[in-house]
């Protein structure tokens, strides 16, 4: 039998909580500081669609579109994320 011994609340989502974090999802690629998360989505403030990711040492992304509100991301078309390039 597999028991929890306890939470760790500091890693995954919660722990990237106010850096700016990339999601690659099942069609697009997002761009954006989480500021919310939960069962369901995350909330990305100052958000972008990146259409171009350029080279990986690149520090900004080739081609990328601001959106134009705070953007949702349905945590069921999430891929991956972290900590990648900034805007």
Not at 27 to 38: D, E, P, Q, T
Not at 45 to 60: F, H, L, M, R
């Amino acid at each position: 039998m597999k028991k929890v011994m306890f939470e760790d609340s500091s890693e995954g989502l919660q722990k990237l909580l106010g850096e700016y974090v990339t999601f690659y999802c099942m069609s697009y690629i997002y761009a954006g500081k989480l500021m919310g998360v939960n069962e369901y989505c995350v909330l990305l403030q100052d958000a972008s669609i990146v259409y171009e990711t350029g080279a990986a040492t690149n520090k900004n992304w080739s081609i990328a579109e601001k959106l134009p509100n705070d953007w949702y991301i349905s945590m069921s078309s999430i891929e991956s994320f972290g900590i990648y390039k900034n805007a």
